[in-house]
């Protein structure tokens, strides 16, 4: 089945430590996105790439870093620099990374720092 | 300033009655699209449909209808006879063509009563 796969679900880390969570798509998808969602917040933009070997900041791009060495793949680093970790990360990838095309979502990563 | 604005933070209504769930956005492109996602509990958002600035006709599928009116720029989202699986969040989400980034409401928590 085509699709994209976001792990682990739940990850938990000490304060102060790095995390990668993994995004991998086979849909063949051109563009790639990652999304914060907190409690009442919606989504917030924290990077994005629409095409291997580049990506941009989103709006909230402090405290994370991203890579996109790979088509299929597009991993999310939170640092230690990040300074409230604690929330529901989304990936999303679509067609190519223009305004029309929709984007298809991840199952998500609950990260909760201790 | 905010771009899309669902005014509506929850709702709840008994099954098998109707439900409108507001969008309101805010542009100064003359071409752009709107978005309607579903986040059922497992927590991957579900695209729901697509429509570009320029039809304004309006959109059926089932249970589900959607009505956009630029003169007042809102792109409402009905769902006629609700079951429980429509338990969800939704959200409204506008991409630009001058960007290729899509900015997301906040989104509306629907509550189906059994």
């Known amino acids: 089945d085509g699709g994209i796969t976001q792990s682990p679900k739940y990850l938990f880390r000490k304060e102060g430590q790095n995390v990668t969570l993994s995004c991998e798509q086979n849909?063949?998808?051109?563009?790639m996105y990652w999304y914060r969602q907190d409690p009442g917040q919606g989504l917030r933009l924290i990077y994005y790439?629409?095409?291997?070997?580049?990506?941009q900041k989103g709006d909230i791009a402090e405290g994370y870093s991203v890579s996109r060495e790979k088509k299929e793949s597009f991993p999310l680093t939170v640092t230690s620099a990040q300074k409230n970790p604690t929330a529901f990360y989304l990936c999303a990838s679509s067609i190519r990374g223009d305004s029309y095309n929709e984007q298809f979502f991840g199952p998500g990563t609950r990260l909760t720092v201790l | 300033a905010q771009k899309v604005t669902q005014a509506q933070t929850e709702i709840s209504v008994v099954e098998k009655e109707d439900v409108t769930l507001d969008c309101v956005y805010e542009t100064r492109d003359t071409t752009y699209y709107l978005f309607w996602y579903k986040q059922p509990p497992s927590g991957e958002l579900v695209f729901l449909i697509r429509r570009n600035s320029f039809d304004e006709q309006n959109e059926i599928s089932g249970r589900y209808s959607w009505n956009f009116q630029k003169s007042t720029s809102s792109f409402n989202f009905t769902i006629t006879a609700s079951q429980v699986v429509d338990s969800a969040v939704y959200f409204c989400?506008?991409?630009?063509?001058?960007?290729?980034?899509?900015?997301f409401g906040k989104g509306t928590r629907l509550h189906i009563l059994p």
């Open positions: 790439s629409q095409i291997v070997n580049d990506f």
């Open positions: 989400a506008l991409s630009e063509t001058r960007d290729d980034k899509i900015i």
């Open positions: 849909l063949n998808h051109d563009a």
